[in-house]
């Protein structure tokens, strides 16, 4: 019997991180996230929580089918582990990790639990009451939550309000909602928790195992209102969620501009932004509350903006970005007066927060992140893009690319969201 890390532990490894050149670094100002691509911790010397053995099951061979859509693309190993030492009445908990074989540092994991019927499954990250697993006790208030609730706060940055949400409820589990105060307004992330013994939580959202991941994504993700570049009757669309203090973000930002004019006579491509400000980074919200007011103003001018931080990203301070976006107000005949009552106010916020909700909702786990039509893409390596629009809506034209350096694997960062 292979065993794994407590579920708390793992859970723990599984929030957030930006990347710089290729490190991972953190998420959206104080809040929790998805699986960070880093190297995995040393095995713990006990571990309650163990995955059961391994046996051919036609219905486990059909979730794993179903759950390669869920991962980012890229050829690579994925398994599939029950854990049986936590039963829920019509569930069943499993562990899903993804080893990439061409660059390790896209290696990923969730916590998947799948219900009897095979319809629908609960996919995210989970913490575990390992004293509710002994002694069950049924879920009936907010305070047979506080184990749970404390066991969250310590990878959790500042301020959360955690409540239930019948809305979401499933059979055996209690929705519930989880308000992150991001320093400059909450968001919210979904979560459930089992509701016959109150042991685990898991924080992320229901999937209809029917439809492919690729489909619900795009319905998840709002096109509208958002800022676009490129025509709208492209073959493709490429959603990117990106932060503009991350040094990553810039060097993609311009890699796909190259790739967009590379590919323009064979391939149209709309480039849709959003904003995901990373919880380390001092003025990244407010340079997406800035792009919000341009974008309101002008929607090119988001774009122009966004270059404009980019190119003085190194030099730039909290100060700094304020007069740096006041001066860019003026300059795009937006009035000083007009800015002030635009900047870090009203919709220029809560367009931000919307987007770092519904960023979570379909696992944006590092910036930056892309969905080409809803698929997932870690772009790591430098070919990655390239070859995945050409494979999928080229026909493989231009393929192979030639090789670019072999990665270095990624140092194991401290997952953003974590004290």
């Not at 059909?62 to 693309?73: H, I, M, N, R, S």
């Not at 908990?93 to 095979?118: H, I, M, P």
């Not at 979560?191 to 319905?219: I, P």
Request: glycine content about 8%.
């Amino acid at each position: 019997m292979t065993h794994h890390r407590s579920l708390v532990l793992l859970a723990a490894a599984t929030l957030l991180a930006c990347r710089a050149g290729g490190a991972p670094q953190a998420p959206a100002a104080e809040k929790p996230a998805p699986v960070a691509a880093t190297a995995p911790a040393a095995p713990q010397p006990s571990d309650p929580i163990a995955a059961a053995p391994k046996s051919a099951d036609p219905r486990t061979e059909a979730l794993l089918g179903w759950l390669e859509g869920f991962f980012p693309y890229g050829p690579g190993e994925l398994t599939l582990d029950a854990l049986d030492a936590v039963r829920i009445p019509g569930w069943r908990l499993y562990r899903a990790a993804k080893k990439f074989t061409v660059d390790e540092r896209a290696n990923d994991q969730a916590f998947v639990l799948a219900d009897d019927s095979g319809k629908t499954a609960l996919v995210g990250d989970v913490f575990v009451d390992e004293a509710r697993l002994k002694a069950p006790k049924p879920v009936l208030g907010e305070s047979d939550i506080d184990t749970l609730r404390e066991l969250l706060g310590r990878f959790l940055r500042g301020r959360f309000k955690v409540t239930f949400d019948p809305s979401i409820d499933r059979p055996s589990m209690k929705g519930m909602k989880i308000q992150h105060e991001s320093g400059y307004g909450a968001y919210d992330i979904s979560a459930f928790v089992s509701s016959g013994d109150g042991a685990l939580l898991l924080v992320g959202r229901a999937w209809d195992r029917g439809k492919s991941f690729a489909e619900q994504r795009r319905a998840l993700i709002r096109l509208q209102g958002a800022p676009a570049q490129g025509p709208a009757d492209a073959a493709v669309t490429i959603v990117e969620y990106s932060d503009m203090q991350c040094p990553f973000c810039k060097k993609r930002a311009a890699d796909l501009d190259a790739l967009v004019h590379k590919l323009g006579k064979d391939l149209k491509i709309r480039r849709v932004a959003k904003t995901f400000p990373i919880s380390e980074h001092t003025w990244a919200f407010r340079a997406a509350s800035a792009g919000r007011c341009f974008y309101e103003k002008d929607a090119d001018a988001f774009f122009r903006w966004k270059s404009s931080v980019f190119g003085r990203q190194e030099t730039l301070s909290v100060g700094e970005l304020d007069t740096f976006a006041l001066d860019f107000a003026v300059a795009n005949d937006i009035s000083e007066e007009a800015f002030r009552s635009c900047y870090l106010q009203g919709s220029a916020v809560t367009k931000v927060l919307d987007d770092l909700s519904e960023g979570f909702a379909v696992r944006v786990r590092s910036t930056p992140t892309y969905f080409v039509d809803g698929v997932p893409l870690s772009w790591f390596s430098d070919n990655l893009m390239e070859e995945y629009l050409r494979k999928t809506y080229l026909k493989g034209a231009g393929l192979p690319l030639a090789a670019t350096a072999a990665p270095k694997a990624a140092p194991a960062a401290r997952p953003a969201g974590l004290k």
